[in-house]
């Protein structure tokens, strides 16, 4: 029989993606790009899709654990025959006569005890791309004695990010390359000579499974038992760098952190972003307690038990929900938000959409008020180009992008998502409404990925389809507007000589006072109102 593994594909960069539902079982029969499970990262769940079609023999990851893209997810057993494979896919030619194994392991089995391992060149992996990437961090030094597992240098190209972990314990005798290299799949960056390999580390615990010796039989083991994801219990790696992967290091690099004075909570005293944002929120809270009142310091809502009030169920929040929460929670304390109201005549908009119902059908689509919008932002933004800005440089300079990819908050059971929607000034409305359809449904089946909510210059949320006349939206920081829209309703409007019936949008815009005076926030209302009212105005 044929065993396929599957992997985790690229996630878009995301980093240390938490496996929160396992969608199958061993036994299982599935079938290609079934979910087999589901990863949450900070920005989206998605679901790992099968590779292959057959039977689950082995499921290798857990509920709870952290995986990265081409971590290992599950065994598949193809039902196709098995080509006549050689024992192993040996590394080197340094097996004259290896025994047989019986049932191969499906990943590359850990170097035996007690064995010396010769100076070996590492090179750059497979890293899911023929193009060369940047080589951003080098961990290690010449003379550092490392670890299995311990990083090497750090890769980054503009999807994701990975480290190169050392393929056995050894000492740096040299390194090929330098930080800013441009390195491809099998380029050479660092000589390892290999260190006696002993077979348990005295300090460290023996592993969960014991692993048979090289030489013991052939153990009929249970079909490759013994892969567990490598998450190896050692000390922090040598020589005090600092041990965190690339998402991490630019999160501190913008928030100003020296990563040194982070402690890492992860395997092997990793700094994860968890830790980041715990030591932000502690130096953040530090000059509070100094302080007898007012200043930054925020102080604690108190915890009440509610229990003592009557019947209470308390459940865990999602990986996703905190994350927005903690997202909300910094725009709102960073940004000196202004929201300004207004509505707009949609009663011309509305006639035309009712008369496109018709052709929506026939295209297989649904048009709603939303791709309208979202063209009469993008003109907006382009004549009212500092709402397409963010602040760079601590304050000192905008960064003006040049695209308008809008964010579209999508309501889910799973929590709150916002999908980018890229170029929309550079598509019709017909596309644009398909776009917002695909986007919603992608959202809704947890089928994001987090390229797919990276870049966006401004947001549009609406609560149109659901109800309400207005309401506050916060910023998507580092962004600096945002639109909200409710629902339309019917209104006598004045006109001159007496009231008429206006079916009336109202929308509220939320902006970054820091970068946005009220004059800009007008300008860009006034003309937002102006566009829907005349929507023959957007292809102008
Ligand atoms: N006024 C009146 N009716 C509206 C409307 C508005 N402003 N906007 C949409 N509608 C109507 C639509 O035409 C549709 O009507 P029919 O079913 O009769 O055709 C219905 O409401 C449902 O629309 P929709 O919500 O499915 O579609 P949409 O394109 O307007 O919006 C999406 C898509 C993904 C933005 C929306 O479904 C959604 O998730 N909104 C919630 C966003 C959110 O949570 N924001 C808050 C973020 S802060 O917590």
Known sequence: MAKQQVTVPDIGGAEGAE???????????????????????????????????????????????ELAEGA???????????????????????????????????????????????????????IGTDDAVELIEIAVSVGDDVSEGDSLVVLESDKASMEVPAPFAGEVVEIRVNEGDQVKQGDELVVLKGAQVVAAPASAPAPAQEEAPAESPAAPAPVAAAVPPATPAVAPAAGGSVYAGPAVRKLAREFGVPLGEVTGTGPRGR??????????????????????????GIPDIPEVDFGQFGEVETTARSKMDKVTASNMQRSWLNVPHVTQYDDADITDLEAFRASMKAEAERRGTKLTPMPFILKACAVALRDNPK?????????????????????????????????????????SIWELSEEVLAMAAKARD?????VDMQGGCFTVSSLGGIGGTGFTPIVNAPEVGILG???????????????????????????????????????????LVSLLGDIRQIIM
């Open 19 to 65: 496996v929160i539902e396992l969608l199958v079982a061993v036994g299982d029969a599935v079938e290609v790009d079934q979910g087999l499970c589901v990863l949450e990262s900070d920005k989206a769940s998605m679901e790992i899709p099968s590779s292959a079609a057959g039977v689950i023999v082995e499921i290798l990851v857990a509920e709870g654990q």
């Open 72 to 126: 290992p997810v599950a065994v598949i057993d193809t039902g196709a025959e098995a080509e006549a494979e050689p024992a192993e896919p040996a590394p080197a030619d340094t097996q004259p006569d290896a025994a047989p194994t019986a049932e191969p392991a499906a990943v590359p089995a850990a170097a035996p005890a007690a064995t010396e391992v010769a100076s070996e060149v590492v090179p750059v992996p497979d």
């Open 271 to 296: 700094v994860l972003k968890e830790d980041l944002h715990s030591f932000v929120q502690q130096r953040l809270k530090a000059p509070a307690a100094a302080s007898t009142s007012g200043g930054a």
């Open 387 to 427: 709402f397409c800005s963010s602040l760079a440089d601590g304050g000192e300079s905008l960064v003006y992008k040049k695209y308008m990819h809008i964010g579209m908050a999508v309501d889910t059971p799973a929590g709150l998502v916002v999908p980018v929607i890229r170029d929309v000034d550079k598509k």
């Open 446 to 450: 947890r089928k994001l990925r987090p």
């Open 485 to 527: 829209v409710s629902r339309a309703d019917m209104k006598p409007v004045w006109n001159g000589s007496e009231f008429a019936p206006r079916k009336m949008l109202p929308l509220s815009l939320s902006y970054d006072h820091r970068v946005i005076n009220g004059g800009d926030g007008g300008r860009f209302m006034s003309q």
